[in-house]
């Protein structure tokens, strides 16, 4: 499965993946917000393993893609639609960037491309969640026109801790505007049939 925007390519992860995803998702400042890591090599092997399986599955209810930047032909990060329920038509949107890619517009430009993505599949709803002192995962998700519909407390435990999250979401009624603005007009290939 492919995806194209005008600067990147957002494909199926592969084994081959290993030491580029490990080479970012091994590292502390990268994981700081997340719910999981720093990986250990184990974990970054089962996720890629994961991920694979789950682009097998039918019905397929998590796309973890490889965001390959185009011209240097670098993977930079990976970005997921997950939780795919065809009886409630929402999904979850997360994403991953190596620090050497970020501030240029990268995650943006995947993340537009995903939402627009999951609505052709015929889901209604997409969610996303970040932490509330990574200002950039949120500036990101406003950027590409999700709205703020709460503040989750003690909403995931992180490394022994609770930590609170905000919530963001964006609607199938709003693609079009997502079509009409963005970072991005990429063109999305689904592969997989859509849901009702």
């Known amino acids: 499965m492919d995806i194209h925007t005008p ?72 970005i997921e639609l997950r939780n795919i329920c065809e009886r409630t038509r929402r999904a979850d949107l997360g994403y991953v960037l190596s620090p050497a890619w970020r501030g240029r517009g990268y995650a943006s430009e995947a993340a537009t491309a995903l939402l627009r993505f999951g609505f052709d599949l015929g889901l209604r709803k997409i ?23 709460g503040y989750l407390r003690d909403h995931v435990q992180v490394r022994g801790q609770w930590r609170d999250r905000l919530l963001y979401a964006a609607l199938s009624t709003d693609a079009r505007q997502l079509a009409e603005s963005g970072p991005t007009a990429g063109r999305t290939r689904p592969r997989s049939p859509g849901y009702p």
């Not at 185009?70 to 990060?77: C, F």
């Not at 969640?129 to 990574?134: A, E, R």
């Open 127 to 149: 969610v996303a969640t970040c932490d509330p002192c990574n200002t950039a995962a949120a500036d990101v998700l406003e950027r590409i026109g999700m709205t703020r519909e």
């Open 7 to 78: 600067r990147l390519l957002l494909r199926d992860c592969r084994i081959e993946d290993y030491a580029s995803v490990h080479a970012f998702t091994s590292d502390p400042e990268v994981t700081r917000h997340t719910a999981w890591g720093p990986n250990t090599p184990e974990d970054t092997t089962a996720f890629l393993s994961a991920a694979i399986a789950d682009a097998r599955r039918r019905p397929r209810i998590r796309f973890s893609l490889a965001m390959v930047e185009i011209d240097a032909d670098v993977l930079i990060g990976l």
